[in-house]
């Protein structure tokens, strides 16, 4: 099923209300509650009370991340690991009226992510605080309301406790939050699991196991319905449909198992998703319904022949991912979570790892429409600190609850293959490190018993073995940085299976190797698959008189944030990012670059997360005449290199010479020519043209037209380009975006992560001859103009549509209907 048909089908049951809620219904049913929030940054006294006076502070919708508007600085608490963002404490607060016939109902609210210390209050109730800002929540709301009146819920966000992360989090409800409305009898929203345990002659069994809850004081007798949609099934919908009686206050568990004809297969390639809807009624009036999505596959790890996706050996070209969107912060808007997946799918990767916490549910959504496998991970540490403030603190108390929601919520998606219990645990040469594993493995098992369980595990000194305990443990051993080690294990340890949960970018070639080579090495995850905020200067390369040493070493403001990724923070591939989809994919076949020279008087020197600075630019001003480094990735035996038409040499290339070829020549402006080449026959070619001086500004979104729905995103890169249209990278520009119309500018980048320019404002330099804008729509239709004007260059305008919604956003893992 397309991704547009799902949306089609599960907007027939969503209904957005951004402001009040009106009517009522005897249905139950969820809605996003994203619209029309008041925000303050700082503490207030009585700001959780009804009567509080909040009518100056700003109005705005969610997802919201309030570091990332703020100014990149020095002093900042966060520092090196943060990003140099401010943190503090917010307030967030929302009217809403409940109607008096929902009274014998149960309202609940439901946030998908807060960052951190949320504490949430109705009508000045405190209803308890969530510490870890990566797992979602619920929180029963039905016992505090006022009925046929108006109610406030507010949210104290704390995140002023620094440092108490390794990478920057964000501040604020940074993903949807949701209202969940319930009659007495309903579907637990986290309590249906859909499983496929046998795919086999043309036919699959699809396992649901319901969990009803009767919330009543009296036995109540009702029917479950439990219907499979999607491929037609000529005229037979698959369905079951069973008589439950439900004893007054208990959950009851039902099984039931439809059996599907023909089914499609969800796969990498064609990732069709199934929809499951359940209903729950009572003497013909229905009282629940849910629709879920999800796909018919099988996965299988064993050490003889690696993982298997529907019985097909897979090798994992994985990459760590870490939560934030770039200039957006951590907010997470569908659109941005979406257009992340599409970027690790289009470089090459089959695989993400959620480096280190659980992601939003609008990221796997997107995983599982587009066919991207996850490791869904839940902490980057257990008992022992690796920060002052972070998640140590809470572990013992909150542990299970978190990695419950964890997996509760994620398991029916057909994109995780695996769950990860925790990364470079500080404990992990202790024997209690084993129990806690074991401990923590069980609990998965006991929520999902379909995947196996990892972690990630490194040392680099030589006591290595002592882990053997603690890889057992597990289902699948996880090595950060250590795969080297990974044959002597196999014959001291025959059974393991092995992953790469980390990797340097540097070592592509040697862990393809290691990988293709040997079927118990199922994959490898480069640390990381994209640019990140914070763990600053992590992958940076430096130039002579700049400060030495690795990033955890010293500060290096104003490095900001990682720069170890395959892709930058607008989007684009680094040159690294072609040579590894060259490895793994065969659709890679030719990629041209040039390695920055070294200045006069120095060197460039690199860290251990960087490579060298490569760039696909053939405009080198002020070395003409001076050898320059070219390289030419290529999967053909040999490849020719021309310049302005004249040959300069033939070298072997492919797997001889590791798919990388370097041809060094003195620098002339024109026409830089890669040609690959098979049996003497030229058979692809790459291009690189020296750039003239900039004569303009070019404008190009990702989409010209938006849904109003005050959520929608449009990427826009802007590029300085000579009067041919060939980017030039050595122009340094300041932008002005000017923005009419229903929407607003949401973020600016240049991907410069030694740039401490606010992301959030008018104005951007550029970096390399680029920079970028994200366009956010309003919840009205219209027309939006972004006009990008520098001094002594026309400006430059687009236009994007921004029209009426007709697929609203829908959640599927939870009832989407009032």
Not at 42 to 70: K, M, Q, T, V, Y
Not at 756 to 769: A, F, I, L, N, Q
Not at 804 to 814: D, M, N, Y
């Amino acid at each position: 099923m397309s991704g547009r048909l799902l949306l089609a089908l599960v907007s027939m049951c969503v209904l957005q209300v951004n402001a009040q809620i009106t009517g009522s219904t005897n249905k139950s049913g969820t809605l996003l509650f994203d619209a029309d929030w008041r925000f303050a940054l700082g503490d207030f006294s009585g700001a959780e009370n009804s009567g509080f006076n909040d009518s100056n502070w700003r109005l705005l919708d969610l997802p919201h991340d309030w570091s990332i508007e703020s100014n990149i600085e020095a002093d900042h608490p966060s520092g090196n690991a943060g990003g140099y963002f401010a943190d503090g404490t917010g307030w967030y607060r929302k009217s809403f009226h409940v109607p008096a016939d929902w009274k014998g109902r149960e309202l609940s609210v439901y946030f998908g992510g807060v960052y951190m210390n949320g504490e949430v209050f109705i009508n000045g109730k405190s209803l308890g605080i969530h510490p870890y800002g990566y797992t979602p929540f619920r929180l029963n709301l039905t016992p505090y309301l006022h009925y046929g009146d108006s109610n406030v819920l507010a949210v104290r966000v704390d995140n002023s406790k620094q440092v108490n992360c390794r990478w920057y989090s964000g501040s604020g409800i940074y993903r949807h939050v949701w209202l969940e409305l319930k009659n007495k009898v309903h579907l637990d929203p986290w309590g249906v699991q859909i499983t496929t345990p046998v795919i086999s002659g043309g036919k699959a069994t699809v396992r649901i196991q319901s969990a009803i809850v009767n919330n009543d004081d009296v036995e109540r007798r009702v029917r479950l319905i439990t219907t499979v949609m999607g491929k037609p099934h000529a005229g037979r919908v698959p369905k079951a449909e069973k008589l439950v009686t439900l004893q007054p206050g208990d959950t009851t568990v039902i099984v039931q198992n439809i059996e599907v004809s023909q089914p499609k297969l969800w796969d990498l390639a064609s990732p069709y998703l199934y929809m499951l809807q359940s209903e729950i009624q009572e003497q013909g009036r229905d009282l629940d319904q849910a629709v879920r999505a999800f796909g018919i596959r099988s996965i299988k790890f064993t050490a003889e022949k690696g993982f298997e996706l529907n019985g097909r050996m897979v090798k994992l070209n994985g990459g760590c991912v870490h939560h934030d969107n770039g200039c957006l912060g951590a907010a997470a808007y569908d659109r941005a979570e979406e257009r992340k997946v599409a970027l690790l799918k289009a470089a090459g990767f089959n695989a993400v790892r959620t480096a280190h916490n659980p992601p939003s549910t609008a990221f796997l959504d997107a995983c599982d429409r587009l066919g991207m496998l996850v490791i869904d991970e839940a902490f980057d540490g257990w008992r022992t600190g690796k920060n002052k403030y972070d998640y140590a603190l809470y572990f013992d108390s909150w542990w299970k609850r978190d990695l419950d929601a964890m997996v509760l919520r994620d398991r029916n998606h057909p994109s995780i293959i695996m769950w990860s219990i925790g990364n470079e645990i500080i404990e992990r040469k202790e024997p209690e490190a084993v129990e806690t594993a074991r401990m923590l493995a069980g609990e998965v098992k006991a929520k999902d018993s379909t995947r196996p369980v990892t972690s990630a595990m490194t040392t680099w000194d030589q006591d290595w073995t002592i882990f053997d305990p603690l890889m057992a443990a597990h289902d699948v051993a996880g090595y950060n940085y250590q795969l080297q080690r990974a044959t002597a294990d196999h014959l001291r340890v025959p059974g393991r299976i092995i992953v790469q949960t980390e990797s340097y970018p540097r070592d592509a070639y040697e862990n393809w190797e290691l990988v293709s080579s040997h079927p118990y090495i199922i994959g490898d995850f480069v640390w990381t698959a994209m640019d990140y905020l914070g763990e600053s200067s992590i992958g940076r390369y430096y130039y002579p008189g700049e400060p030495e040493g690795q990033h955890w070493e010293r500060e290096f403001y104003p490095w900001h944030g990682a720069y170890c990724g395959d892709i930058d923070l607008m989007g684009d591939r680094k040159p690294i990012s072609y040579y590894r989809s060259l490895l793994y994919n065969d659709s890679q076949k030719l990629y041209l670059a040039v390695r920055e020279p070294n200045p006069p008087g120095g060197t460039i020197k690199e860290t251990l997360w960087s490579v060298w600075p490569t760039w696909r630019s053939w405009t080198w001003p002020g070395y003409e005449g001076k050898n320059m480094e070219v390289v030419v990735y290529s999967r053909y035996p040999a490849v020719r290199l021309y310049l302005n038409d004249r040959l300069i040499g033939e070298k072997p290339s492919g797997a001889a010479a590791a798919f990388k070829t370097v041809f060094s020549i003195p620098y002339q402006k024109g026409v830089l020519k890669a040609v690959g080449i098979q049996k003497g026959q030229q058979m692809l070619t790459d291009v690189l043209q020296t750039a003239g001086p900039v004569a303009g500004i070019r404008l190009v979104a990702d989409r010209r037209r938006m849904d109003a729905s005050g959520q929608d995103l449009s990427y826009v890169k802007v590029e300085l380009v000579d009067k041919d249209g060939v980017i030039q990278p050595n122009g340094d520009y300041t932008l002005g975006f000017e923005i009419s119309g229903p929407g607003t500018i949401a973020g600016l980048d240049n991907a410069n992560l030694k740039d401490p320019d606010p992301y959030v404002g008018h104005s951007r330099k550029t970096w390399k001859g680029k920079a970028l804008a994200v366009i956010k729509s309003s919840h009205q239709p219209g027309t939006i103009e972004l006009r990008v004007h520098a001094e002594g260059l026309p400006a430059a305008t687009l236009k994007i549509q921004s029209q009426k919604v007709t697929a609203k956003p829908a959640r599927l893992s939870l009832v989407t209907q009032f």
